[in-house]
């Protein structure tokens, strides 16, 4: 069983920035995809980013390309997703969830095998 925590959100003002950071607990991302999704009010869950642990290729969804880095730490087992230039559409619960049986990086939160609670970001104008 993977156990995920995110942790970071908060408010900030649009231009601003904000780190993510999901960690596992129960075995390690060796071998795994890790995505970052948000669920806006009312609307579907997303893809936002991915990172393949082993190789460390990443995957963006065009929204946040250019705003938006994902990154792993092999000695803390963590994930994180630094968030610059930040919108007020970018107002979200944003999810980690992490990929233990499939090759690539998934885009549809169904390639996921488990998620962590969620993490609130709100972005004001």
């Known amino acids: 069983q993977v156990q995920l925590v995110e942790s970071g959100g908060g408010l900030v003002q649009a231009g601003g920035s904000l780190t993510l950071s999901c960690a596992a607990s129960?075995?390690?991302?060796?071998?795994?995809?890790v995505g970052w999704f948000r669920q806006g009010p009312g609307k579907e869950r997303e893809f936002v980013a991915g990172?393949?642990?082993?190789?460390?290729?990443?995957e963006y969804a065009d929204s946040v390309k250019g705003r938006f880095t994902i990154s792993r730490d092999n000695a803390k087992n963590t994930v994180g997703l630094q968030m610059n230039s930040l919108k007020p559409e970018d107002t979200a619960v944003y999810f980690c969830?992490?990929?233990?049986?499939?090759w690539g990086i998934g885009l549809s939160p169904n390639s996921y095998d488990y998620w962590g609670q969620g993490t609130q970001v709100t972005v004001s104008s």
């Open positions: 969830a992490a990929d233990i049986t499939r």
């Open positions: 129960g075995r390690t991302f060796s071998r795994s995809a």
């Open positions: 990172i393949r642990w082993t190789s460390g290729r990443t």
